[in-house]
């Protein structure tokens, strides 16, 4: 059984449709306390309805 290809990223926020033309099929996202990196509602919504699973990690710190 082949593992879900996922892309990982915070500040740069690729387009759904990029991130399914590369191969991706789901999101790693973040909520943390800098609102500059978190996974907004809107973009949970564009991502979902593109078809993309979406994974969440809470960080406090890029170092935890």
């Known amino acids: 059984m082949s593992q879900p ?3 990982d990223y915070s500040y740069s926020k ?3 449709t990029a991130i399914k033309a590369a191969g ?3 999101v790693m996202r ?3 306390h800098d609102s500059t990196k978190n996974l907004s509602s809107t ?3 564009n ?3 593109a078809g993309l699973s979406i ?3 809470w ?3 890029a170092q935890r």
């Open 5 to 7: 290809l996922l892309v």
């Open 14 to 16: 690729p387009s759904p």
């Open 24 to 26: 991706y099929s789901g």
């Open 30 to 32: 973040y909520l943390s």
């Open 43 to 45: 973009e949970a919504k």
């Open 47 to 49: 991502l979902l309805s």
């Open 55 to 57: 994974g969440l990690v």
């Open 59 to 61: 960080e406090t710190t």
